[in-house]
């Protein structure tokens, strides 16, 4: 019998559309209460921890989450574990406890983009997908999954492309690592690397800025006046700056404070190519923290759990490294 742990913290999964206004909103009870597990295999131990539309959603709660996963893990001796969530913030949760729950076992986050009276509804659906992967063999050892619309994806790598099509969540240049099929779950892909840290608290302030043509030094000297612990850019292409941008970049790193640089392109790595004014180049080498292909809001995470391990900025980077 295998005993999987569901926590379910809210988002359009666990809400109802209004039939004579369209709107759609969280109600009392979650719908997925009702759930059945699809065999007398599955034992499933049901939290309700929260009832938050994703925007709400915190590394307040991302850390209760993840605690709460650490002592189920030791008082009930769960197999997996199924997270569901509201979609505009679920790429967020999965990374953070990608990088911060120390085990195994697999962990699951779904969620939904029709709600649960509404037609074609797909939250059921996923649900009963992610109780199939994380109580699959398989799915032990690979980090944060993310299924949905019969796709697992890695977290690291898994990102919302659509506002409103069930096939929203893609792995722009990678692709899914696996898939749910009627009979059962198939990967196809290994994981090649997994990090994982030590994280009791959230305490830090981490910003995160899109770069654009004609940027100038305006909002990074508001910035600089701001309690402010870490900084993420999404620069132009390889990682590269408008010129005007510079010294308060520079400004920030002279403070200590890390300054991470990924692209705002969706596919790639950033990298130290360019060496004009404002190049890649010249931003590494005043100490700008480069990535290995992450996104803006990936990278937030990732540097706010950086600074709960780390205040070394070589430690830092080297965890970019990765
Ligand atoms: N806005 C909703 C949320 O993230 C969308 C969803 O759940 O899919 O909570």
């Known amino acids: 019998m295998k005993k999987i742990l569901i926590l379910h913290t809210g988002g359009t999964i666990a809400m109802e559309e209004d039939q004579d206004t369209g709107f759609v909103k969280p ?16 034992d499933l131990l049901v939290e309700d921890v929260f009832h938050l539309p994703s925007p709400h959603m915190t590394p307040k709660e991302m850390l209760v989450l993840q605690q709460l996963i650490h002592s189920k893990i030791q008082q009930d001796n769960i197999d997996g574990v199924v997270i569901t969530h509201g979609t505009d913030t679920l790429e967020e949760t999965a990374y953070f406890l990608d990088l911060t729950v120390r085990s195994n076992i697999p962990v699951v986050v779904t969620g939904a983009m029709r709600s649960s009276n509404e037609l074609g509804s797909d939250g059921l659906y996923n649900f009963l997908s992610a109780v199939k992967v994380a109580s699959s063999a398989e799915a032990k050892g690979k980090g944060v999954l993310v299924v949905l619309n019969d796709e697992i ?63 100038d030094g305006t909002l990074l000297t508001a910035i600089e006046a701001l309690p402010v612990d870490g900084l993420v850019i999404e620069a132009l292409g390889q990682g590269n700056l408008p010129p005007k941008t510079v010294p308060a970049i520079q400004r920030l790193i002279g ?51 950086a600074l709960e391990v780390s205040q070394n900025t070589n430690h830092i980077q080297n965890m970019f490294q990765n």
């Open 27 to 42: 109600q009392g009870n979650n719908p997925l209460l009702k759930f059945i597990p699809p065999s007398n295999e599955i």
């Open 153 to 215: 994806h890695c977290a690291t790598n898994v990102t919302k492309t659509h506002t409103s099509n069930v096939a929203t969540f893609q792995s722009p240049q990678y692709g899914p690592i696996g898939l749910v099929t009627k009979r059962g779950v198939v990967f196809h892909q290994a994981i090649l690397h997994r990090e994982s840290y030590r994280v009791e608290n959230v305490t830090k302030n981490v910003l995160l800025l899109k770069a654009y043509a004609g940027m």
């Open 255 to 305: 403070k200590g404070v890390p300054v991470v640089l990924v692209s705002r392109c969706f596919n790639g790595i950033v990298q130290d190519v360019y060496s004009y004014e404002g190049g890649g180049k010249q931003l590494k080498e005043m100490g700008a923290i480069f990535t290995n292909g992450l996104s803006g809001q990936k990278a937030r995470i990732k540097l706010l759990v």
